[in-house]
């Protein structure tokens, strides 16, 4: 048994639950409840399924080149991947060798220790503040890199741009990388940072305000210099990470932004409405600026309301974490399904 020695051995990420049931209120984690753009549904049905013969286009460049032209950019500053877990799990490979320790958030999206123990980066947590607000002076000392989600998981707090710049601007010797998995519903974008700072990486996925987190897209954008360093290793991993099927696909959601637009204006309309109704039933959250609200009861413990909802088949996410344990992170469904939420929380609390 001695190969068993020379195992990397990891302790795996754990994503939220994919239930097999129909009929299940699924909040648990943060995809849009609006399907993908019209144009998506003409590329699928009409694909050529020919083309399938034949290897993707290693480049991807119809998917780089919409983007590049979405976010002002060119297209040797982006960099896609299936779904931006690839994309942060590739720059996290590529960027952060050093032999200091790589800083995040204590609270923040739970793939990032992974990572970290994956590629056997050192890292080293931050602790937020009591309102779950990052401490920028937690960042102005030596590391490896640094990675901050914005607006952060599983919190929905955004951090002011001016802040995150400081961050950059006092680390010139790592790589920062934003995670904007949740920009798109009322956050502030680092991207324009990005012809001022060359070692600024912003990631962002088409999962939540494109309603595609089946598709698997995600993609980076940085400068020409960060950007080749991914695709080298990109090239050293796997040349064909994206499936002609999903280039296709996610050129056509890009191409119609008023539908983007849109779906995101919904999301946020859900929200604010469902921000009110939790308050009313004794909830209190930090601020959201993402599809989904982070809520501890005031008096009735998280772990019994999350059961209660689980067993009205509504499901929502629940950590069992040091400063957490007591919140549910609740995605922003449609506006039925936030009712039926809020009705039953409502007769739920009442009985309790
Ligand atoms: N970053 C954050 C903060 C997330 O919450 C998620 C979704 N789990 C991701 C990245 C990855 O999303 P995807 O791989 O679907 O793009």
Same mark, same amino acid.
């Given at each position: 048994m001695n190969w068993e020695n020379n195992v990397r051995r990891v302790e795996p990420y754990v994503a939220g639950e994919q239930p097999r049931k129909q009929n299940v209120i699924k909040?648990?984690?943060?995809?849009?409840?609006y399907p993908p753009a019209p144009g998506v549904e003409t590329v699928l049905h009409g694909f050529? $399924?020919?083309?399938?013969r034949k290897y993707p286009d290693p480049d991807v460049s119809l998917l780089v080149n919409a983007l590049a032209k979405r976010h002002g950019l060119?297209?040797?500053q982006v960099f896609v991947g299936v779904g931006s877990d690839d994309v942060l799990a590739m720059a996290f490979m590529t +960027?952060?060798?050093? #032999?200091k320790p790589i800083l995040f958030p204590d609270?923040? $999206?739970? +793939?990032y220790d992974v990572w970290a123990e994956l590629h056997r980066i050192p890292y080293e947590c931050q602790p937020l503040d009591?309102? +779950?607000?990052?401490? #920028?002076?937690? $960042?102005?000392k030596e590391n490896g890199g640094i990675v901050i989600a914005n607006p952060n998981a599983p919190t929905g707090v955004l951090a002011e741009v001016s802040m995150l710049e400081e961050i950059i601007k006092a680390n010139p010797d790592s790589v920062v990388i934003i995670d904007?998995? $949740?920009?798109?519903?009322g956050g502030e974008s680092c991207v324009p940072l990005i012809d001022k700072y060359e070692n600024l990486l912003v990631t962002q996925t088409f999962s939540k305000s494109r309603s595609m987190a089946g598709m698997r897209i995600g993609y980076a954008m940085g400068s020409e210099k960060l950007i080749g360093y991914l695709n080298n290793v990109k090239f050293s991993f796997?040349?064909?990470?994206?499936n002609a099927a999903a280039i296709a696909a996610g050129t056509a959601s890009v191409e119609d932004e008023e539908y983007f637009q849109d779906t995101v204006a919904k999301v946020v309309a859900t929200r604010e409405r469902t921000k009110n109704e939790l308050s009313r039933l004794g909830f209190v959250f930090p601020?959201?600026?993402?599809?989904?609200i982070f809520a501890a009861h005031k008096t009735v413990p998280a772990q019994e309301i999350f059961d209660a909802l689980r067993a009205e088949e509504i499901y929502v996410r629940h950590w069992n974490k040091p400063?957490?344990?007591n919140y549910m992170r609740i995605s922003i469904g449609t506006d039925e399904e936030m009712e039926k939420v809020i009705c039953f929380l409502e007769k739920y609390l009442a009985a309790v």
């Open positions: 909040l648990n984690t943060n995809e849009c409840p050529d $399924y020919d083309i399938l060119s297209d040797r +960027f952060f060798n050093s #032999k609270i923040t $999206y739970s +793939f009591e309102y +779950f607000r990052i401490r #920028k002076e937690d $960042y102005f904007e998995a $949740y920009v798109d519903f796997n040349s064909y990470t994206m601020d959201s600026k993402t599809n989904f400063r957490i344990s």
